[in-house]
């Protein structure tokens, strides 16, 4: 079975994921913004082999660890969407404006699309574009344990941002409508922060997309 542990990381709390085939104990990080000597000392605690990172989208608190992530384990970028380009081209200077550790610019080996997916041991994850919060904003979802990780796009209550350069509520929207509802509403999402949450009660009582 897939397995997940969620460890908050940097001052934003930004909710990093560790995401494992417990047949192969093969491993994929989601969004490891920072902190990265906590992150890999919970790998090595799991006794998990990490061979990818995934990025959902390229703010600091969510991509601002990865290059050196990356360059210290030699692994694999996975995502965003190329429309993310801009954002990781200013790593370095979202790093000093808010008070992050030094960070840089990558090149994802692979830039993701809807409908892609990504694979981890015996596991199949699909990709969902979900632009809004980010132009480049990407989410992967597990129909076999029934979790999506979707980053920025939707929390607990709320809803991402779209005050960003490049952000756009209504496309924020129609990505929550169009591609996370059809997920199904006994979908348990985790979002980039705070608790986790199911579509079915943010459809019910998200004051921003309730009754959608």
Known sequence: MLQYETIPVTPFQQNCSIVWCDETMQAAIIDPGGDLDVLLSAVKQLGLKLEQIWITH????????????????????????????????????????????????????????????????????????????????????????????????????????????????????????QRLWPMGDDTVFIPGHGPESTFGRERVSNPYVGGT
């Not at 920025?152 to 350069?165: K, N, Q, W, Y």
């Open 58 to 177: 390229a703010h600091i608190d969510h991509a601002g660890g990865t290059a050196e992530l990356a360059e210290r384990l030699g692994l694999p970028i996975i995502g965003p969407q190329e429309d993310d380009q801009f954002w990781i081209d200013g790593l370095a200077q979202a790093a000093a404006s808010y008070g992050f550790p030094p960070s840089r610019a990558f090149t994802p080996t692979r830039w993701l699309h809807d409908g892609d997916t990504v694979t981890l041991g015996a596991h199949t994850l699909q990709v969902r574009h979900c632009p809004g919060h980010t132009p480049g904003h990407v989410v992967f979802y597990s129909p076999e344990i029934k979790r999506a990780f979707v980053g920025d796009v939707l929390f607990a209550g709320s809803i991402g941002r779209t005050d960003f350069p490049r952000g756009n509520h209504q496309d924020l929207i129609d990505s929550i409508t």
